[in-house]
């Protein structure tokens, strides 16, 4: 009788793991900012996660504006964190983590009493490099909360320059509901409010970073929790401030990586191909990796690519463990010719770079009709 043996080679494909899209060049350097480089807005707190930075060039050098989510030191047995009041002072709320009201389910929030609150707050810090890669505080003014519309704070801001001015589109979070608020700047020291240009529930709005056919357009992200999801849209506007004809442009996927939410990332890319868009999506287990878009360059609301698979994906250990795993969440890029330089955050806990080729992330789209 002939014993049937498996040989090497087919026993080792049968326990590879599926083999990867991710495209991503990460940085050697990874993480390149910890909580840890930088110190907390006001003493007795603590930063726990860094995150989601922005990205822009300005006077020769690249700068991020981090987000920087921050709680006190936690003891055993409770749970505290921050909150701005009404008179834009921090207070800390405590509650004790065996209290039956209290739903501790997802690390980012918290449940009391059916009230939702986020476990941190957080605002927005400016540091800069000369390298892309090495980056410092250098004496810019932090960007806080302000107003009964960001009182648990702002987050994950996508930075768009607009002739000589800076547009600032962000998360504004409070008892409200989760909205785009918009700040604009040319010398980041000082800012014009806008207001919140998109009311609850909306979030990643990435502004196209120029007028087609003399209108302003950007990306955004709703949600209809009943009919519909958490869908990527677009809007037009003539001052930026007033969004109308909004157009749903892609949707979440059933049984892909972007079955759950789907969301942009920095401001469109201009391609020969079209307008080339870098969005988030999560599926029902939360793991957050990254796609591509390509929107026609004069109607942006027609889509004529969108990834299969995901070009970039949570692998790194720092991108698969910290506060809140498996995520690589993008809102900030540079690019230099071919060359797009990625900054995000990793596991919602550290900041992160990698690069890409255009061509090649093109090249993908191609691939997938
Ligand atoms: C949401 C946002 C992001 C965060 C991801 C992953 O999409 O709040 O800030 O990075 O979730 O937690």
Redesign the pocket.
Known sequence: MILQIPILSTYMTAIREPRTTDIAQRFTENPILLPSAIAPSIPGMKVECL??PGAFRFEGRTHLLL?VAERPEQKTGSISFPIIDANGVQRILEFDQSDPLLDLSDP?TLKYDDVEYLTTLSHLRLVSSDDGVRFHENGYPPLTGKGDLETFGI??CRITQLGDTYYLTF?QVSTHGVGVGMRSTRDWKNFVSHGMILPAHN??CALFPERIHGKYYTLHRPSSPTLGGNYIWIAESDDLAHWGNHRCLAHSRRGAWDSA?V?AGASPIRTPDGWLEIY?G?DEN?R?CLGALLLDIDEPWKVLARSHAPIMEPLATYERTGF?GN?V?TNGHILDGDLLTMYY?AS?SVVCGASFSIRQILQTLRESP
């Open positions: 995150l989601n987000r980012r987050e994950d998360t979030k990643d939410r969301g988030h999560a939360h957050y809140f995520v969440f955050g919602d």
